[in-house]
């Protein structure tokens, strides 16, 4: 069974940096996508950033110039750079990894960016 658990939220001022990892377990290999999104209460889930097998990324535009998504293949690992977090980030955010059985989300971590 595939396994994702989020780390790394928790309570940021404005300007302050955050770095959100995603451990994968339960596959070894076929790991396509690996996306992080955030969602808000009463909102649709939203993209933030996606990294492809080959290393290719892609933002949402309220991020780009940020956030930096990475991801560590030997270790089954995502990671989220937040850097020069505003009020607006705050969110729940969701590691999401497509892979050769489907795809599978994690639990979330809560995010919020406060003075």
């Known amino acids: 069974q595939v396994q994702l658990v989020e780390s790394g939220g928790g309570l940021v001022q404005p300007g302050g940096s955050l770095r959100l990892s995603c451990a994968v377990s339960g596959i070894t290999f076929g790991i396509n996508s690996m996306d992080w999104y955030r969602q808000a209460p009463g909102k649709e889930r939203e993209l933030v950033a996606r990294?492809?097998?080959?290393?290719?990324?892609d933002y949402a535009d309220s991020v780009k110039g940020r956030f930096i998504i990475s991801r560590d293949n030997a270790k089954n690992m995502a990671y989220l750079q937040m850097n020069s977090l505003k009020a607006e980030d705050t969110d729940r955010y969701f590691c999401?990894?497509?892979?050769?059985?489907?795809?599978?989300w994690g639990q979330g971590t809560q995010v919020t960016v406060s003075s």
């Open positions: 999401h990894i497509v892979h050769l059985m489907g795809d599978s």
């Open positions: 990294i492809s097998g080959t290393g290719r990324t």
